[in-house]
């Protein structure tokens, strides 16, 4: 898999949404190799896509297109300052990865951790997830750097997100997820309480 993690601040936000619609009406039929894409905008104007591929160079050829440039041309329009661009094939999925039923997604962008440790914790978790964290409903970490990634959480709803983030996680975790929270310290947390998905 290969992802592009597109961000910006959005100044229109309805035309941004308008201008998703029409790409996957009129452009997605010829995106050869596109997986899907969860996309919204936040609370505080923060619009973030997440788009799949099955391959770098299916990524690639999608932007070649001369219809895609000139849809990216009237999109970027809708954004306020300069938009960011990250892409990797350092791709790891988690409870079976995203889901289209999400209600809730979660994005967040952290640095400085020990991948093997995260690895490790997601190998524990997992064992665990489906008693204890029913509302997580899967998901994907996109590996940006050495110690640093964007994970993309799919919940049921919001509501059942935070009444989960609330109950005590088994006693064979608590080490584990202490040590986990004291690892995301350095992370930035963008909430889509209305995700756009395909």
Request: proline share 4%; aromatic share 10%.
């Amino acid at each position: 898999m290969f992802v592009q993690v597109i961000e910006g601040r959005v100044a229109d936000r309805e035309g941004l949404r308008s201008q998703l619609e029409r790409w996957q009406k009129e452009l997605r039929p010829g995106a050869t190799g596109l997986l899907g894409s969860t996309s919204g905008v936040t609370d505080d104007g923060i619009g973030i896509a997440v788009v799949r591929f099955e391959t770098a160079e299916a990524a690639k050829a999608n932007s070649e297109r001369p219809e895609q440039g000139a849809w990216w041309a009237e999109t970027e329009r809708c954004y306020e300052g300069p938009v960011t661009f990250s892409e990797s094939d350092d791709i790891e999925e988690y409870l079976g990865g995203g889901s289209d039923d999400a209600g809730f997604v979660q994005v967040m962008k952290t640095r400085g951790v020990d991948r093997a440790r995260v690895r490790e914790m997601d190998s524990r978790f997992e064992a665990h997830a489906a008693t204890w964290r029913p509302d997580l409903i899967g998901g994907l970490r996109v590996w940006t750097g050495a110690d640093s990634y964007v994970d993309v959480a799919y919940f049921t709803t919001e509501a059942e997100a935070c009444e989960g983030e609330k109950r005590e996680p088994p006693a064979e975790l608590a080490a584990a997820m202490t040590e986990f929270e004291g690892m995301m310290a350095n992370t930035e947390f963008l909430d889509l309480r209305d995700p756009w998905l395909y």
